[in-house]
């Protein structure tokens, strides 16, 4: 039905920079908010941004001024633009979207996740 995969995920040391991208695929109307979740070791999965379609976006106040989420509505991509890492942004990061399928209506979806490892 859909998918959401995940890519940009990596190793990088401290103060360093990644950039998540998240595409979705498969019957899809339209896409709702979408927004970037992590998941670190014995913790449970917290909110990390998230996007409205009409562009409106809210971030944890652990990234506020570090990281930026972005949305590509033609491609149905989200993005996660990551600055100044630290260890404590190791995690799993996991995509998510409000979908509206085609028979089915509006419904979640989860990416994969992929692994943010911050460490010298």
């Known amino acids: 039905q859909v998918q959401l995969v995940e890519s940009g995920g990596g190793l990088v040391q401290p103060g360093g920079s990644l950039r998540l991208s998240c595409a979705a695929s498969?019957?899809?109307?339209?896409?709702?908010?979408m927004g970037w979740y992590r998941q670190a070791p014995g913790k449970q999965r917290d909110v990390v941004a998230t996007?409205?379609?009409?562009?409106?976006?809210d971030y944890a106040d652990s990234v506020k001024g570090r990281f930026t989420i972005s949305r590509d509505n033609a491609n149905n991509t989200v993005f996660l633009q990551m600055n100044s890492l630290s260890p404590e942004d190791t995690a799993v990061y996991y995509c998510?979207?409000?979908?509206?399928?085609?028979?089915?209506?509006?419904?979640?979806?989860w990416g994969q996740g992929t692994q943010v490892t911050v460490s010298s």
């Open positions: 998510k979207a409000e979908v509206l399928v085609i028979l089915i209506g509006r419904k979640n979806y």
């Open positions: 498969g019957v899809i109307v339209s896409l709702g908010t």
């Open positions: 996007i409205t379609s009409g562009g409106s976006k």
